[in-house]
């Protein structure tokens, strides 16, 4: 089946940028997706990259596309205090269409140092 | 305004106890999703309803029901509840084929087991 991997933890200073990278199994994907969840909460939608998209900039956020490599990464320029939740890459299953729910990574804590 | 309603937040049973966690949502989607998460792990897909179409992922525990009687609610039933089953209910909805994809996620039912 589908696999999507995240490191589980990066660790910023508030103001650098950060990268959170994700590798995933399933090439025949049309949308990759990127999620935030802050403690408590559900998951909201940050960005979607089309897959034959390489880069897609919106404000802060970038999202870079490397089919080849299967490699999905999200930077966040000056990352702020109010970035600080986890992060989860997530992909279509191998079997789905668009009605089929998604796969996530475990998810990266991004962890904001003053 | 929330578009994808859970209740309740918080919902505290005894081993054996049988819960019922319930979703609505105003969007008018076709596809209803229910994932488990677990402490440092990825959501987890447990079912979907396209429409009136129930869809049970293969590794769902047959503890694990769900109805949903109209467009816009969808209910998780767990019959007997087990110290393994504590975690976030997260309730999603999509559009469904020939969408992005997306899903919409709720703000999640927090259950804990006694």
């Known amino acids: 089946g589908e696999d999507v991997e995240q490191s589980l933890f990066l660790s910023v200073r508030e103001g650098d940028s950060s990268v959170i990278n994700c590798t995933y199994t399933?090439?025949?994907?049309?949308?990759l997706y990127w999620y935030k969840q802050e403690p408590g909460a559900g998951l909201q939608l940050l960005t979607y990259?089309?897959?034959?998209?390489d880069m897609k900039q919106d404000q802060r956020l970038t999202v870079l596309l490397n089919k080849k490599d299967k490699h999905l990464s999200l930077r966040i320029a000056d990352t702020q205090t109010g970035d600080s939740a986890i992060y989860f890459c997530?992909?279509?299953?191998?079997?789905?269409?668009?009605?089929?729910?998604?796969?996530f990574g475990k998810g990266t804590h991004l962890i904001i140092q003053p | 305004d929330a578009m994808v309603i859970q209740n309740p937040r918080y919902q505290v049973t005894q081993f054996g106890k049988p819960v019922t966690l319930s979703c609505s949502q105003t969007?008018?989607?076709?596809?209803m999703y229910w994932y488990q998460q677990k402490s440092s792990q990825a959501p987890k897909l447990l079912f979907h309803?396209?429409?009136?179409?129930?869809?049970n992922e293969a590794d769902t525990p047959d503890n694990f029901q769900s109805r949903r009687p109209n467009t816009s609610f969808c209910f998780l039933d767990i019959r007997s509840p087990g110290l393994g089953d504590a975690a976030m209910y997260l309730c999603?909805?999509?559009?469904?084929?020939?969408?992005?994809?997306?899903?919409?996620f709720g703000e999640g039912s927090r259950l804990t087991v006694l």
């Open positions: 997530a992909d279509p299953p191998v079997s789905g269409g668009g009605a089929d729910g998604l796969t």
């Open positions: 999603a909805t999509s559009g469904g084929t020939g969408d992005t994809g997306e899903l919409f």
């Open positions: 990259i089309f897959s034959n998209m």
């Open positions: 969007l008018n989607h076709n596809v």
């Open positions: 399933d090439s025949s994907s049309t949308y």
């Open positions: 309803y396209y429409d009136k179409d129930f869809n």
